[in-house]
């Protein structure tokens, strides 16, 4: 059998992780009731997602950074996640991770996994405060898929072979660029794009879905 080696690249907040990182920061600033509520209409695709992050982070000005500390304790992988990443290492695959999140919160938990590709937002921090800003280019659903071209040609797989599990509207783009697209506990406009769908609140079936 000749070895096909694959990128399984996957959303973050609500699919490689439980929760949604910028609610867990908002509760923190005490304003997650409006957090979430943008959060879901943003999710349903009913609002542009760049407008819908930066009004969403400007609600965290005056939080102070050590709060990110709190909240990297809080995050707790989904079930089957850690196993999926080290089946598809094991097995010669590669995995990444794009997130409309902020990589302040999840870069450790990458790092100990040996993530090697992973992109997502950065907040911005002066002197030991959130200012309600992000540093740099928006990781939004068009980036996510400029992500997955990206991490293929770095890890030396066709787009054929690339896989592409999401929950939200922001994670269709890299699902149409994907040679196999997962739904993961998606909304319905999410489910009715995708190839699959998993159903359920864990990833062990992933390995099985893509034939590995």
Do not use: C, W
Request: charged residues 20%; negative net charge; hydrophobic residues 50%.
């Amino acid at each position: 059998m000749v070895f096909v080696k694959r990128l399984v690249q996957l959303d973050v907040d609500s699919t490689f992780i439980q929760q949604e990182a910028i609610e867990l920061l908002a509760a923190k600033a005490g304003v997650l009731e409006q957090v979430a509520a943008i959060t879901a209409s943003a999710m349903r695709g009913e609002l542009d997602f760049e407008q819908s992050l930066r009004a969403r982070v400007a609600l965290l000005k005056g939080l102070p950074a050590s709060v990110i500390a709190e909240v990297q304790m809080e995050i707790s992988l989904t079930d089957g996640a850690q196993n999926l990443v080290e089946t598809l290492h094991d097995k010669g695959h590669s995995v990444s991770l794009v997130s409309g999140g902020f990589i302040d919160i999840i870069e450790p938990m990458i790092k100990t996994m040996s993530i090697k590709y992973y992109k997502a937002n950065r907040l911005e921090i002066i002197e030991g405060v959130l200012t309600g800003g992000l540093i740099g280019p928006l990781v939004d659903r068009a980036a996510k898929a400029e992500a997955l071209r990206e991490f293929a040609v770095a890890s030396a797989v066709s787009m054929d072979n690339t896989v592409a599990i999401g929950d939200g509207a922001n994670d269709l783009d890299m699902m149409a660029a994907a040679g196999l697209s997962i739904a993961f506990n998606a909304k319905p406009v999410v489910v009715e794009a995708a190839d699959l769908a998993i159903n359920e609140p864990s990833l062990r079936s992933v390995i099985s879905l893509i034939g590995i």
